[in-house]
Each structure stands twice: as structure tokens, then as C-alpha cells.
């Protein structure tokens, strides 16, 4: 037994700190759906880590807890953390327990200025290989493996961390990844994992433990960029040898290192031992020889992210309308913010207006591997006549629809179809059954056409459109995720994810993102604007302030942003920045009863809350249905009052 801390003394006298039989020291880190701390239990008198859910957490996070659980108790390693104790019911509950792993993360390790030893790098990640081969025995997959889930213990062991996002054997486990849905790390991410993360095995980890060591090398990961842009490079483009980043390596560690970072995993190491084997060869010497060499091509610089489109807003999140190929979304306001207890404002926004149909766009140069010849969908070849006729056909339905007459454009499309099947038509129908509100049949359409052509990035954008209508949120999720792997140029598909993650409660996978977003299109100020809304609606009015002020630098006479702006930094504190912003909006468009009580509000922080009144009443006169601001009024000569009963 330990000597008991001091500090358990005082979380004993504190109840909030008391965790089913464990007294909470201190936090030791956090993350989006749970927080580990270090506690102590005093049956056996030691300290432990222990793993608590936050309430936001969802269904699917909380069952991914429990088989973190399931599976941890199955493994026995001295390199994997060992599992204590867990609890789903009771005072507490969900928690997990493990022993307390005193030391530091690879991820300290990796220093571009200073790399870390090749001998010590490579000793490292043959730890963590051999640890994560006996998960791999008893049939669980890791999926995170990265320098931050990889521990150097004080004696100078490794020690792996961090099941959260295991999977099980097949027999008896169930696997709440969604279907398309994208787990892990994007700089450590096997590609597979980016198509289908459900059925990534032991090669995945074999792919992190090659990212790690590239990392401890180099001093950074194969990849750097956004997100989105990541995720493109590591399905399609070769990463540089580690010798290009430090040189002088031995050009045997880089085989072994480009062997573990391939794209198909049949072209990796069999098994993490395997790799382990190969690199306690190559610190033994001679170099192993059994590596073959990578693709030696350059890895592409991405420069910039050109094209531009607009989503529409609504007030319950961010909605972007399900678009034709040819179909531009329409421009409207940005999100703006409520008054305090008022629903936020927004403007009315419409589907996009339909144009004709146009030929399917190229796919783009990262376009994901096709499936194995023998699975690849197909399509049947069409004489000249029948393409002739289904072009006809969906020119006519372009008419229609755009008349309005959505059932007969959605016939015309079928008639099409039965000449013969395009992706095009399939497409087209999915469209017109969106604007009649057939969600199901045109969740249906867009999914074939996804199934036909996959390297369409619209396709899986408008599938999960659809499906966030039809209410099946992870799977809508899932879709969208994946059109922004195949695209991540259009900003259209990160407010749609954000959206989705808004409705489900998940305020702050929603900001992050938008965050994602802004630093992939940083020109396009919708996604600042949005970015601000969602920042406004996690109490961050710093940085909500922060986003419409890039919003404003992009559209300076957007009066609405300049709005948001003052009202964001009046409530972060800066009273001059707000009312300037607020004089801005009023010189911008003085017809707005919205911004005149934005600048009612800086009076109201100011203290001066008889030009507030004026305002307000300003925003009443051009306004009179305007509750709020009568509301606003009273609350003001209120205030007014207990001032002047004060000074009597």
C-alpha cells in the first residue's frame, strides 16, 4: 500500500469528488465525451486513473465505454494498461479504472527541431508493437494507435493507451462504429479506415505504429494540414521516405517505415511482430533486407483550395439544401445570435432554384482506390439512341420541376430510367423527390448512385441530407463525412455536419467542425459566420467575436456580421469594440430593427439605459410586432428605477 496523499483528506470532506468507492486527486486530461482523473482507493490504498463519461455524451459513446471495458479485461500485457475496476450502474457510474501510468506520451518526443534518437525511436515502437500483437492475439484492434496513446513509463518502458475506440473479436462483440463513419486520428489513419473503420484489422495498427516512428524521426507525422486535406493525402498520395525529412537515415529504416505506411494492407507487415522482428533486425545489423521499397513518388504540396459555394441557415442549426450536379445553392444571411432568452433570428431561406441537369463533374485527382474488380458496380452500356432519349427525358423533367411541378419531373426520371440506368437519372429523381418531401425515396436514389459511382463526392452529400430528414442522424453523419473526405473543398458539407451534430446535442463536435472548416476554406465567410453562431452557443464569446470579425473582413458591408460582432463583444467584455461594431451595422442599414437593438444592448452594458430605451423603441417604430424590445424597455425602466430609489 502507498502512503495516503494529503490531498485525499480534503476530497473526503468533498462529496461531488467521491466516485463510487474512489476519492478524486486531480484532473489528468480531457477530451469531447470524457475526462480522466487521477483518484485514489483507499480499500487497497493506491492511486489509480480513472475515466468518467460527461453527461453530453451520447448512446453510441456510452457503448463504446462499456466495450472499452469488455475488452480491456480480456488483455494481460505489461506494455498495455491494465484494467482495475469498471461500474455502469451506481453512484458515479459509467466508469472505468486503470492503474496509473506514471511518465510521458511519444507525442512529447516529437520535435521538429529535435528528433528524437533513432535508436531509441525505433526501441520504442518495438515495444508498442510487441504489446499491441498480444491485443491483436486475442482478436482486438486498437484503430487510435498514435504517439499521444503511447506512454514512456518513468523506468523507460512503453505502455499503450486507450481502447476507446477498439474492436472486439467478431464473435460476441458488437461494433457501434456506423456504417462510412471515420474514427481515429487523421495524421495516423490507415486509409482503410477511412472507407470502412468497421472492418480495419491488425494492418490499420500496423499503419499507426509507422506513422508513430515517422514521427519520433522526422519530428512530425507523414501529413500535415487540415483535416480534410489529410485525409485526401493518405488515400491517395505516396508520403515522402523519413531520410527526406532527416537526412542521412539509414534507407533501410525508411523501407521498413514506407513498408508499414503502404496504401493496400496486404503490402504491409503481416503482423505487428512481424514489423517488430524487422526492426530489432535493424538494430541488431545488418539492415533487413525483406522490405520492399514504396512508391518513391513525391509526396503533393496542397498550395491552396480553390471554388466557392453557399448553404442556407435555419434556426435550428446549419441545412444545406440537397443540390443537383448543376444546381448553385443560394446566398443568404449568416446565422445570427439571440438576444438573451430569445430564439435566435434568422433569414428565410429556400431550396435551391433547380436548373437543367448537366453531366456528372469529374472526380476529383484523390478519388479513392475502386473495390476489387470483381465487386465493382456496374452499369449497363447504352446505345446512342437510348442516351439520346434519357438526355431528352431529363431535359424535360428540368422544365417541369422548375415550374414546380416536382411529381412530374420525378416521372419523367423514372421513364428514364427504365431506358436505361444512369447515374445521372437516379440523381435527378433523388432531386425532385427532395423538393416534394419524399425524403425516403430520394434517400433511396442517392444511395444507388453513391453505390455506382462512390468517387462522387455530391452523392453522399445528398444521401445524407436526406437521411438527416428521415431523422437517422449517425448514418446522415456518416454520409456527409465521407462526401468531405472525397471533396474537401466545398464548404456546403461541413455546415451540413455541423448541423447534424447540433441536433444531436453534440454543441462541441459542432464547433470543431466548423473549426475544421474555416481552416480549409478560410475565404468563404459563411463558414466564419457559422463558426461564430457555434462558438456563440458554447458561451465562447471571445471567440465567437474572433469568427465574425474574419467574417466581416471578407464582407465588410454585411450589416448582419457586424451585428453579431457587436453583440458577441459586448458580451465578451469589450464595450468600445461592440459599439463600434453596432454603429457600423446602423450605418450599413439603418432599416434594420435588428441592429438597432444590438446597439441597444451595448447601451444597456454601457449603464446608459435611457439611450438603450431609445433604441429599442427605435427597433419598435420600424418594427411594432417586436415583443422583445418592448420586454427590453421594461426591463431598462426598471433598472432606472431601483437607480433612482438609489440615489434618493
Request: proline content about 9%; hydrophobic content about 40%; overall charge negative.
Amino acid at each position: 500500500m502507498e502512503p495516503e496523499p494529503p490531498e485525499v483528506a480534503l476530497a473526503r470532506q468533498d462529496p461531488r469528488r467521491q466516485v463510487g468507492p474512489y476519492l478524486v486527486l486531480r484532473e489528468l486530461g480531457r477530451g469531447g465525451m470524457g475526462v480522466v482523473v487521477e483518484a485514489w482507493d483507499p480499500r487497497v490504498g493506491r492511486r489509480v486513473a480513472l475515466k468518467r463519461l460527461l453527461e453530453q455524451a451520447g448512446e453510441r459513446a456510452r457503448a463504446r465505454f462499456e466495450r472499452e471495458a469488455r475488452l480491456g479485461a480480456g488483455l494481460d500485457h505489461p506494455g498495455i494498461a491494465r484494467l482495475l475496476d469498471a461500474a455502469f450502474e451506481g453512484p458515479g457510474a459509467p466508469y472505468l479504472v486503470q492503474e496509473l501510468v506514471r511518465g510521458k506520451p511519444l507525442e512529447r518526443l516529437v520535435d521538429e527541431d529535435e528528433p528524437a534518437p533513432v535508436r531509441r525511436a525505433v526501441e520504442l515502437v518495438v515495444a508498442a508493437a510487441r504489446a499491441l500483437e498480444h491485443a491483436h492475439g486475442r482478436g482486438v484492434v486498437h484503430r487510435d494507435v498514435k504517439p499521444q496513446n503511447l506512454m514512456v513509463r518513468d523506468d523507460g518502458s512503453v505502455c499503450v493507451l486507450d481502447l476507446g475506440l477498439a474492436r472486439g473479436p467478431a464473435a460476441g462483440s458488437v461494433d457501434v462504429t456506423a456504417t462510412n463513419q471515420i474514427l481515429g486520428t487523421p495524421a495516423y489513419l490507415a486509409p482503410e479506415q477511412i472507407t470502412d473503420a468497421r472492418h480495419a484489422g491488425p494492418a490499420a495498427d500496423v499503419y499507426g505504429l509507422g506513422g508513430t516512428l515517422y514521427a519520433l524521426l522526422v519530428g512530425k507525422p507523414p501529413f500535415m494540414g487540415p483535416s480534410a486535406a489529410i485525409l485526401a493525402m493518405v488515400r491517395s498520395t505516396p508520403p515522402d521516405p523519413p531520410s527526406a525529412g532527416r537526412p542521412g537515415l539509414d534507407p533501410a529504416l525508411d523501407q521498413i517505415v514506407l513498408r508499414c505506411l503502404a496504401k493496400e494492407p496486404a503490402k504491409r507487415y503481416p503482423s505487428a511482430a512481424a514489423l517488430a522482428d524487422d526492426l530489432d533486425g535493424w538494430l541488431k545489423a545488418p539492415p533487413p533486407s525483406s522490405a520492399p521499397a514504396a512508391p518513391g513518388a513525391a509526396r503533393t504540396v496542397l498550395v491552396g483550395l480553390g471554388g466557392m459555394l453557399v448553404g442556407g441557415l435555419l434556426a435550428t442549426g446549419l441545412f444545406v439544401a440537397v443540390r443537383p450536379r448543376a444546381a448553385p445553392a443560394a446566398a443568404v444571411k449568416p446565422p445570427v445570435e439571440a438576444e438573451p432568452d430569445d430564439e435566435p433570428e434568422v433569414a428565410a431561406t429556400e431550396p435551391p432554384a433547380p436548373t437543367e441537369p448537366q453531366a456528372p463533374t469529374e472526380p476529383q485527382a484523390t478519388e479513392p482506390p475502386p473495390p476489387p474488380a470483381a465487386e465493382l458496380p456496374t452499369l449497363p452500356k447504352l446505345s446512342a439512341a437510348k442516351k439520346t432519349e434519357i438526355k431528352r427525358l431529363l431535359a424535360d423533367a428540368g422544365a417541369l420541376g422548375k415550374n414546380r411541378d416536382f411529381e412530374a419531373a420525378e416521372e419523367l426520371c423514372t421513364q428514364a430510367i427504365a431506358v436505361g440506368l444512369t447515374t445521372q437519372a437516379l440523381a435527378d429523381r433523388g432531386y425532385w423527390r427532395y423538393r416534394r418531401k419524399d425524403h425516403a425515396g430520394a434517400a433511396a436514389d442517392f444511395a444507388e448512385a453513391a453505390r455506382l459511382e462512390p468517387e462522387v463526392a455530391l452523392h453522399h452529400a445528398n444521401l445524407g441530407m436526406n437521411l438527416l430528414q428521415l431523422g437517422r442522424l449517425e448514418e446522415a453523419a456518416a454520409a456527409v463525412e465521407r462526401a468531405i473526405v472525397l471533396d474537401p473543398k466545398e464548404s456546403t458539407n461541413y455546415t451540413s455536419l455541423a448541423d447534424i451534430r447540433f441536433r444531436q446535442g453534440d454543441k462541441v463536435v459542432a464547433r470543431a467542425v466548423l473549426e475544421q472548416a474555416v481552416l480549409a476554406r478560410p475565404e468563404v465567410q459563411e463558414l466564419w459566420a457559422a463558426c461564430g453562431f457555434a462558438s456563440f452557443r458554447l458561451d465562447d464569446y471571445r471567440r465567437a467575436a474572433e469568427c465574425y470579425a474574419q467574417g466581416v473582413a471578407l464582407a465588410p458591408k454585411n450589416d448582419r456580421l457586424w451585428a453579431n460582432l457587436s453583440y458577441n463583444r459586448g458580451l465578451a467584455g469589450d464595450l468600445p469594440g461592440a459599439l463600434e461594431a453596432a454603429e457600423t451595422a446602423l450605418a450599413l442599414d439603418p432599416k434594420d430593427p435588428f441592429n438597432w437593438r444590438k446597439r441597444a444592448f451595448c447601451r444597456f452594458l454601457q449603464g446608459d439605459l435611457e439611450a438603450a430605451i431609445a433604441d429599442y423603441q427605435r427597433a419598435i417604430d420600424l418594427d411594432p410586432a417586436d415583443d422583445d424590445a418592448r420586454k427590453n424597455i421594461a426591463l431598462c425602466r426598471e433598472q432606472l428605477e431601483k437607480r433612482r430609489a438609489g440615489q434618493r
